[in-house]
């Protein structure tokens, strides 16, 4: 006597849960950060011009090897959030449960390199209250230490909804943009202090 095989259960469809939470306030607060990163960035070609030495000698002193683990590390936590919302436009749920956790776990590496490169740093008497540019080079990166903080808080409760399949996909797609919006301010702060001084 054969045993009869159990029907295959289909997939559950993802069905949107709640309004797409902060998708329009997303863009706001983009445009809010841009905003503020250009007065900052502002305040630093100001003193770039007020202090030219300081900023040669301070630029050579920074871990070049820090600036591109973070730069790396914000990139590609970006490229998997992008590949998250392709694969939720797909209805490739379990491809995003992956992309997002993947992307989470990158970005979760940006503030332990900064941390390092802080403590490096300390080590080669750049603190805080050294000179001009270490005030606005510390002022630029823990600003925007900050701002990729708030990403990293946004991917963990999307990792969390999206393996709990209660999601709303413009809402994924809010953090993805507000990712980028960050990783653009950070290639601007690289080039600023690392690459190009």
């Not at 998250?84 to 332990?112: E, F, G, H, M």
């Not at 403590?119 to 603190?127: E, F, K, V």
């Not at 230490?145 to 708030?150: E, F, T």
Request: hydrophobic share 55%; aromatic share 16%.
């Amino acid at each position: 006597m054969a045993i009869a095989a159990a029907p295959l259960m289909p997939a559950t469809p993802h069905v949107e849960h709640g309004p797409a939470l902060g998708y329009t306030g997303m863009w706001v607060g983009i445009c809010l950060e841009f905003f503020e990163f250009s007065v900052l960035f502002a305040v630093y070609f100001g003193a770039r011009v007020l202090d030219p030495a300081a900023f040669r000698d301070g630029a050579g002193r920074l871990s070049a090897l820090a600036g591109m683990a973070i730069t790396l590390v914000m990139v590609s936590a970006g490229f998997f959030m992008s590949r998250t919302v392709d694969a939720l436009r797909a209805d490739n749920q379990r491809a995003a449960r992956w992309w997002v956790l993947a992307a989470l776990l990158c970005a979760c590496l940006y503030p332990v390199i900064k941390y390092l490169e802080i403590q490096s740093n300390n080590a080669h008497h750049l603190s805080a209250a050294g000179n001009v540019f270490v005030t606005v080079y510390y002022y630029l990166t823990l600003n925007h230490l900050i701002h990729a903080s708030w990403g990293i808080m946004g991917m963990t409760w999307l990792t969390t909804c999206i393996w709990l399949n209660r999601f709303n996909r413009r809402s994924v797609e809010a953090l993805a943009v507000y990712w980028h919006a960050t990783d653009i301010v950070w290639l601007m702060i690289f080039s600023f202090f690392y690459a190009f001084v």
